[in-house]
């Protein structure tokens, strides 16, 4: 079945250095939709960004992603980490073909200090 | 706008027992979804429901029933709480079938079992 990889479960950072959280893939279909959700402390989990076109960069709030079919890869980033970054990040595939269900990664809780 | 209430934020049960969690979506969404959180397992999808009292099993549905007797809620149900389960279980609704892509998540409901 489809399966989505974060490869790591804390990256911790300073404010003000790069951010960039690793999601992979899997699936047996051509059509994928991947997708960030961030959830901070004491809210929902919401939609951060989403793709389904291969090699085109998408931007949502300072963070950007683009999805690369050739290497199965939907890595967010962002230039500049702010304290208020700190959340839990879920990158999420969905495979049309499939059953059309969301899956979702472990999860990488990001932890930017002073 | 639209909200996605869960009820209750905080249950403690005892070894056994049956509890019941509650979704309320105004959203008119036609479709629902029971996740479950735990750290370093990222969301598993329980069930979900693509209209009124339509009901599909996800990945983790053993253990657990549900019930969609309006477009508006869907509970969930533990059917016999496992002593010392900790998590988070999260209600989402999407406006279409469950392959449209964006869900908007409930605030959650922490579990706790004696």
């Known amino acids: 079945g489809d399966s989505v990889t974060q490869k790591e479960g804390l990256v911790t950072l300073t404010e003000g250095l790069p951010v960039m959280l690793n999601c992979t893939y899997q699936t047996i279909y051509s059509n994928a939709f991947l997708f960030w959700y961030v959830h901070y402390l004491n809210e929902s989990p919401r939609l951060l960004l989403k793709?389904?076109?291969?090699?085109k960069r998408t931007e949502h709030q300072g963070f950007h992603a683009t999805l690369h079919k050739s290497s199965s890869s939907f890595h967010l980033q962002k230039s500049s980490a702010q304290l208020s970054d700190s959340a839990l990040y879920y990158c999420a595939l969905m495979a049309t073909g499939g059953n059309n269900k969301l899956t979702f990664g472990q999860g990488t809780v990001l932890s930017v200090i002073p | 706008g639209g909200i996605i209430t869960q009820t209750p934020k905080f249950l403690i049960g005892q070894e056994g027992q049956k509890l019941t969690l509650k979704c309320q979506q105004n959203?008119?969404?036609?479709?629902m979804y029971w996740y479950r959180q735990d750290s370093g397992k990222g969301l598993r999808l329980i069930y979900y429901s693509i209209t009124e009292n339509d009901l599909q099993k996800g990945d983790l549905s053993e253990g657990y029933d549900a019930s969609r007797e309006k477009k508006s809620s869907f509970s969930l149900t533990v059917t016999s709480a496992q002593k010392n389960e900790m998590a988070v279980f999260l209600c989402?609704?999407?406006?279409?079938?469950?392959?449209?892509?964006?869900?908007?998540f409930g605030s959650g409901t922490r579990l706790t079992v004696l």
């Open positions: 959203f008119n969404h036609d479709t």
């Open positions: 793709s389904s076109t291969d090699n």
């Open positions: 989402a609704s999407s406006i279409g079938g469950p392959s449209a892509e964006t869900l908007y």
